[in-house]
Structure formats: structure tokens, C-alpha cells
């Protein structure tokens, strides 16, 4: 149980196009999710929490009008990167927390990330 | 969010036990410890969390110190596939984020 499903896993796109990533909760509700970005040799950054329904908390340094985050149902959340350039290219991860974990400290589901690359 | 200090990297051979440090002195009465560990170009994987008592399960076991100031992840028989970056995660009960560390690189070798 608890899969997250994160599509797609690789996409290329031209400079000052946008880019679209979907996260899904495929046999659970997620109340929320969770964005990371990830650089080479890197640890995980978190970018965003989005919580159903309502607007995304964008960590501090990072531009919400570049990524957009949609959570519109408990089980699917949505990464868009608007006007990619180049130096956006990263693994992009999302994580679902499970709707019964509250409080007790577990029900962190990650997805298998997405790796963007700007040419 | 409370901070953690592991080890940049570890070594061990197949078969053997491991065991991988963790401290975050200044832990509150409401963190929880989560560890995790990330496979290359994978997104991070549930490993064991807990609060105050030690844990096991099929994965791992989780060693809590009495002050709670430290952990340690041990791994009872290393294999190949647990050659990943581990990291240590304290959360906040009252807060839903995972803030990542920089982890512990194990090298396995066999």
C-alpha cells in the first residue's frame, strides 16, 4: 500500500517553455503534498507544501510564479515550471502524506522524481 | 526545524551489521526521528521512525538514546541494495515537513 505515482520520469524541454509534473496518490488520500528539488549530489530541498483545496506554502527562496502548484483532490497534485530555463534542469520529487498519519509521525510517501532537463 | 549532523559517508562489507550515527542535540519532546534512505535516481524511501523507544521492523532497528540527542540506524546484515544515501529526519509532531539533511553515503562492498 501507499503508492505515489509521479509522471513523467523524464522530460526535456526548450528554454521558455513550460513543463508540467503530475503526483498521484494511487490507493490513498493525501491531504498533503509535498514538493523537493534536487541537485547532483545534492540532499532534497524542499520547494512547497500544498494542502487540498487550498494555496500552496512556498519555502522561503523559492518564486511561486515560476512553480506553480496545484492540489485541486486528495489524490493528485500538480508541479508546473513555467518559462524552464536551464538552470531549472534538476530531480524534481513529490511526497503524499497519507490522510491517517496525522500525529504519528509516519505516512511520508515519495514518488520516483522526475528528471528535468532545459535545453 | 531541529537540526541533524550525520556522517558525510560509510563503509561496510556485505553481510555485516551496520550501524549509522545520528545526533541532533537539540531535539524537542515532539520530534519525531524518521530515517530514510534514497536510492540513486529514486525518490527517498520510508525506512523506520520513532519517538522515544526503540524500533524495529523488517528494514532496520532504531537505537534511541535516553536523552534522545542521538540515534542509530543499524542495518542487521548489509546487502548490495542497501548501498544508498541515509538520512535522518527529526519532525516536528505538531508540523506536517520532512526537512532533509545531507545524509550518510554507504558504500557496501562485497
Known amino acids: 500500500g501507499a503508492v505515489v505515482s509521479q509522471h513523467p520520469s523524464r522530460v526535456i524541454c526548450k528554454s521558455g517553455t513550460s513543463v508540467k509534473i503530475e503526483c498521484r496518490s494511487l490507493d490513498f488520500q493525501a491531504t498533503t503534498m509535498f514538493w523537493y528539488r534536487q541537485f547532483p549530489k545534492q540532499s532534497l530541498m524542499l520547494m512547497a507544501t500544498?494542502?487540498?483545496?487550498?494555496?500552496?506554502?512556498?519555502e522561503q527562496g523559492v518564486e511561486k510564479d515560476k512553480f506553480l502548484i496545484n492540489h485541486a483532490s486528495l489524490t493528485l497534485s500538480t508541479l508546473t515550471v513555467t518559462s524552464a530555463h536551464p538552470e531549472d534542469s534538476s530531480f524534481y520529487i513529490c511526497?503524499?502524506?497519507?490522510?491517517?498519519?496525522?500525529?504519528?509521525?509516519?505516512?511520508?510517501?515519495f514518488g520516483s522524481g522526475t528528471r528535468l532537463t532545459v535545453v | 526545524d531541529a537540526k541533524t549532523t550525520q556522517p558525510n559517508s560509510m563503509e561496510s562489507n556485505e553481510e555485516e551489521p551496520v550501524h549509522l550515527p545520528c545526533n541532533h542535540s537539540t531535539i524537542s519532546g515532539t520530534d519525531y526521528i524518521h530515517w530514510y534512505r534514497q536510492l540513486p535516481s529514486q525518490g527517498p524511501e520510508y525506512v523506520i521512525h520513532g519517538l522515544t523507544s526503540n524500533v524495529n521492523n523488517r528494514m532496520a532497528s532504531l537505537a534511541i538514546a535516553e536523552d534522545r540527542k542521538s540515534s542509530t540506524l543499524i542495518l542487521h546484515r548489509a546487502t548490495l541494495r542497501d548501498a544508498a544515501v541515509y538520512y535522518c529526519i527529526l519532525r516536528d509532531g505538531g508540523f506536517q515537513k520532512l526537512v532533509f539533511g545531507t545524509g550518510t553515503r554507504l558504500l557496501v562492498s562485497p
Open positions: 500544498s494542502n487540498e483545496g487550498s494555496k500552496a506554502t512556498y
Open positions: 511526497s503524499a502524506r497519507d490522510i491517517e498519519g496525522t500525529g504519528r509521525g509516519y505516512g511520508y510517501t
